[in-house]
Nanobody, 124 residues
Framework: QVQLVESGGGLVQSGGSLRLSCAASGRTFSSIGMGWFRQAPGEEREFVAT????????YYADSVKGRFTISRDNAKNTVYLQMNSLKPEDTAVYYC?????????????????WGQGTQVTVSS
C-alpha cells in the first residue's frame, strides 16, 4: 500500500508559478514510478508528467513541456511538480499517482495508488 498526500495548490494569476508536492508513505518510495495527472471540470483525467524511480528519466505531456518540471526526493519520499508560466487552461484538480512500474508511465490505467487531489486555479 502507498498513501499519497498532495499539497501546494491554490489560485494564481496567468503567467505565475506554483509548486505542488506529494508526500508518500507505505511502500518503498525509491522503488516506484510516480506521475501527475489533472482533471478539469467536465473533462477526463489527463496525463501531465511522470518520473522513474531514480528521478533520472522524465516525460511530459506536450501541453506542459517546457513549463512544468517533475522531480523527486527519495530521501524525503516526496515528488514535486514545478509549474511555471501558468495559463488559465492549466486550471484543474491535480492528482499525484504511484505505479509499481519503476520506469513511470503515461497511462492512467497503470497507476495503482492515487492522492486526493489539489485544486489549481489560474486566473486570466
Amino acid at each position: 500500500q502507498v498513501q499519497l498526500v498532495e499539497s501546494g495548490g491554490g489560485l494564481v494569476q496567468s503567467g505565475g508559478s506554483l509548486r505542488l508536492s506529494c508526500a508518500a508513505s507505505g511502500r518503498t518510495f525509491s522503488s516506484i514510478g510516480m506521475g501527475w495527472f489533472r482533471q478539469a471540470p467536465g473533462e477526463e483525467r489527463e496525463f501531465v508528467a511522470t518520473i522513474n524511480r531514480s528521478g533520472g528519466s522524465t516525460y511530459y505531456a506536450d501541453s506542459v513541456k517546457g513549463r512544468f518540471t517533475i522531480s523527486r526526493d527519495n530521501a524525503k519520499n516526496t515528488v514535486y511538480l514545478q509549474m511555471n508560466s501558468l495559463k488559465p487552461e492549466d486550471t484543474a484538480v491535480y492528482y499525484c499517482a504511484a505505479t509499481i512500474y519503476s520506469t513511470g508511465s503515461r497511462s492512467y490505467a497503470e497507476y495503482n495508488y492515487w492522492g486526493q487531489g489539489t485544486q489549481v486555479t489560474v486566473s486570466s
